[in-house]
């Protein structure tokens, strides 16, 4: 295959860059490129070889790689929540993709601003409350009713444009031009640190548009040209448990994610293929925010950092999407380079989104103003050595309490066990899979090993009361759903009718209003 452009900018980039401190001792700069449902197991080997990353790739030669990063919550807004916060997603009650942080939150990017900053957020934000569709929100307070209904499309694949048709998410590529554009004519000129973060909304698949006006993002969509960056023979079709063997809160997100139904190995290896293609997209606009930085000179004093909300099953587990704690979901990308920061490392360590928040003030050199959930992980990748200020746990948490699952589920990595606890944790069975001998997760050994199964059930009850959390989230999702229905009056019957469910909710309307009925009053 002939070098692109995009492969040739990246040898120029490698031959030029050289991490050194700024040679006048300023505060180095601070750019984060979040991505939407990107796993980061494609960061490094073996998944980086399935697709061309090759910024990706430049980002782990000349700074450093987490190898076990995960979100805090596997969706949007609750998990950028925790990114912003630097809280545990039940420390700010961020229940789902409706309900996340005030409006008027304070982040790490206001404190940056207010210690001397020059500061700009661009593209897709997503922690506040009151955003996405209403059928998300539904879906989310209604997971208790006593029915089972198909919530997304089935996931399909698109192909459009040819071998000269790059941009495809004209979104993503316009915040892009304008995040080049602050580079070059704000950044380059200020007299002071900046700070810029940059949402895409790749590879987050595309919605629907054939299944309507509440349709959700089914459609894994591409061109030629982006499929050319992915290695097709790489491309593995993953194992699947029989449905009758799957745990049942997995039996409900394969329900309702569409997933339930026959698939050829074909459609499989199809979307796997697109996806690795949007990702390939989505390293291309990382790519141009590094060369802005390059050809302003100021590269050698800026700290990247490039991260995602959470990952993409992909058809692992037969389910697209995320809204699950396996590994296609939960993994999350971290690079990390800058000045004074180690080059071509391989960081271990178990680290969660919520670190961003004291690293990015490590970085500035700030004192945090609040309690945070997360550990700074500047000494994990400082040449100097320095010590962390506080002792960081050897456990990741996160939690999940939105739509496509039917129980708040609980999830705590340690070591190499993978623990999974849900709602009370009595009426549903929690999980354990040993990572080591089983990275695909299928074969669940919480009854083969009952003491690690205490072990780690205490050590989450000690980091969290879960069972009082998933109470609390109850609650809140029978009063938020009574408000709303509330609000519709006579119209409510026609509206509820019409969400993402519509076809499986009009077979029989009305046993659908009568099971909530029974949920919200108990007959």
Not at 237 to 259: E, G, Q, R
Not at 418 to 434: C, H, M, N, R, W
Request: include cysteine.
């Amino acid at each position: 295959m002939n070098s692109s452009p995009l492969t040739l900018t990246f040898i120029v980039l490698l031959q030029i860059f050289h991490q050194s401190f700024c040679q006048n001792g300023t505060k180095p700069n601070i750019v984060m490129v979040m991505s939407d449902a990107f796993d980061g197991r494609l960061t490094f080997d073996p998944g980086s070889k399935v697709v061309q990353l090759p910024f990706i790739n430049y980002l782990r030669q000349l700074g450093s790689t987490f190898l076990n990063a995960y979100t805090n919550s596997p969706i949007c807004c609750p998990s950028r929540a925790a990114m912003w916060s630097g809280q545990f997603v039940h420390l700010t009650e961020s229940w789902n993709n409706f309900k996340c942080l005030d409006a008027n939150a304070s982040t790490w990017m206001d404190l940056l601003q207010a210690n001397g900053y020059r500061t700009k957020m661009m593209g897709k934000l997503d922690f506040t409350s009151g955003s996405h569709s209403v059928s998300n929100r539904i879906e989310a307070w209604t997971r208790d009713v006593g029915f089972l209904l198909r919530q997304e499309g089935r996931p399909l694949t698109q192909l459009v444009g040819n071998m000269s048709t790059v941009r495809i998410m004209r979104k993503d590529w316009k915040n892009t031009k304008e995040a080049v554009q602050w580079i070059h004519k704000t950044a380059a000129s200020a007299h002071q640190p900046f700070a810029l973060y940059l949402g895409l909304n790749l590879p987050h698949p595309y919605k629907t548009e054939s299944l309507g006006p509440t349709a959700g993002g089914s459609t894994f969509l591409t061109s030629p040209y982006w499929l050319s960056k992915v290695s097709s023979d790489l491309i593995t079709v993953p194992k699947w448990l029989p449905m009758v063997a799957i745990h049942p809160v997995d039996y409900y997100s394969t329900f309702t994610k569409n997933c339930s139904g026959a698939f050829t190995e074909d459609e499989v290896r199809s979307i796997r293929a697109f996806y690795y293609a949007m990702c390939a997209e989505a390293d291309a606009m990382l790519g141009q925010v590094i060369s802005a930085l390059r050809e302003t000179g100021l590269l050698n004093n800026t700290v990247v950092i490039f991260t995602s909300d959470h990952g993409e099953l992909a058809m692992e587990h037969r389910q697209f999407y995320k809204m699950s704690m396996f590994e296609g979901s939960s993994h999350v990308p971290l690079l990390v380079m800058g000045p004074g920061l180690m080059s071509g490392r391989r960081v271990d360590q178990l680290v969660s989104l919520v670190d961003l928040y004291p690293t990015v003030l490590d970085v500035a050199g700030i004192s945090s103003v609040v309690d945070l959930s997360g550990h700074s992980l500047l000494p994990l990748l400082s040449k100097s050595g320095a010590l962390p200020k506080r002792q960081r746990p050897d456990w990741v948490l996160s939690e999940y309490h939105g739509c496509n699952v039917n129980a708040s589920t609980y999830m705590l990595r340690s070591g190499k066990w993978k623990y999974i606890a849900y709602s009370d944790g009595l009426t549903v069975p929690p999980q354990l899979f040993d990572l080591s001998l089983d990275k695909e997760e299928l074969f669940n050994v919480v009854l083969k090993y009952p003491a690690v199964k205490e072990f780690l059930d205490n050590l989450l009850r000690s980091i969290v009361d879960y069972p009082q959390v998933s109470a609390t989230v109850h609650r809140y999702n029978k009063r938020a759903f009574t408000a709303w229905r509330d609000s519709l009056g006579r119209n409510y019957s026609q509206v509820i009718a019409n969400l993402r469910w519509h076809v499986d909710w009009q077979k029989d309307a009305l046993s659908h209003e009568r099971a909530i009925d029974s949920w919200l009053y108990g007959f």
